[in-house]
């Protein structure tokens, strides 16, 4: 199934609610680093801890090792606006892209898995959240909860083809927010479950889409 996602640029799930841009916030995820200020004359070293924002790297690494730990270490795919490096996971040392969302597909078949995250400012954040999530969902297992474990992971089934969201609404991708919210009503009017046409589910995908499109507009 990875073998259809695109590592760049972001490849959102359908169905997953898109964070608008003025409610994203920063993150509290760092590392402990030593600062060294040498040694005295009897050799004792001097510094003190300190905590330092987590690099894209960094995140990546947490992400990567959580997957590794559940059996994962292959068949996995990182999907930011990131530039890539030669092996096509995120390069550090760029600027944050206007959209932080972080997506990560992993496993093929039955398997197949992704979890997505925007809720902060920053993807290196975003990545260490998805880390966290895998580490705290590692725990049940753990902790003898395999078949609870197996049901969450039911929510992080990933679809074969992300559906983009201008493809839904039938905009171009570099759509105005006018568009988009003309290309919505239109849409909605025949997509309501009140409708001959219409249904709960052709609604909750337009939805999707139309708050993917507003939220990369940076409404």
Same mark, same amino acid.
């Given at each position: ?41 009897? !050799?004792?070293?001097?510094?003190w801890n300190s905590r330092k924002e987590i690099s894209i790297d960094q995140g990546t690494e947490r992400v990567l090792e959580e997957l590794n730990r559940m059996g994962f270490n292959r068949s996995v795919v990182i999907s930011s606006n990131l530039k890539l490096r030669n092996d096509g996971l995120p390069r550090s040392n760029q600027r944050t892209p206007d959209d932080p969302g972080i997506a990560v597909y992993w496993g093929a !078949? ?7 995250? +925007? ?25 003898? !909860? ?47 479950? +009140? ?25």
């Amino acid at each position: 199934m990875t073998d259809k996602i695109d590592a760049h640029p972001l490849q959102w799930p359908p169905g997953w609610k898109r964070t608008p841009a003025a409610e994203r916030t920063r993150a509290k995820f760092s590392k402990q680093v030593f600062v060294d200020r040498g040694k005295t004359a009897e !050799g004792k070293q001097l510094g003190w801890n300190s905590r330092k924002e987590i690099s894209i790297d960094q995140g990546t690494e947490r992400v990567l090792e959580e997957l590794n730990r559940m059996g994962f270490n292959r068949s996995v795919v990182i999907s930011s606006n990131l530039k890539l490096r030669n092996d096509g996971l995120p390069r550090s040392n760029q600027r944050t892209p206007d959209d932080p969302g972080i997506a990560v597909y992993w496993g093929a !078949g039955t398997n197949a898995r992704c979890m997505a995250v +925007d809720r902060y400012d920053r993807i290196a954040d975003n990545l260490a959240a998805v880390a966290a999530t895998l580490e705290a969902m590692r725990a049940i297992e753990r902790h003898g !909860g395999a078949a609870i474990l197996d049901r969450a992971f039911t929510g992080f089934i990933a679809i074969a083809a992300p559906e983009q969201w201008f493809q839904v609404l039938g905009v171009p991708a570099n759509a105005t927010r006018e568009q988009v919210n003309e290309a919505y009503r239109r849409a909605a009017m025949k997509a309501h479950p +009140d409708r001959e046409c219409g249904s709960t589910e052709l609604m909750t995908r337009l939805n999707a889409a139309r708050d993917d499109g507003i939220a990369r507009l940076g409404a």
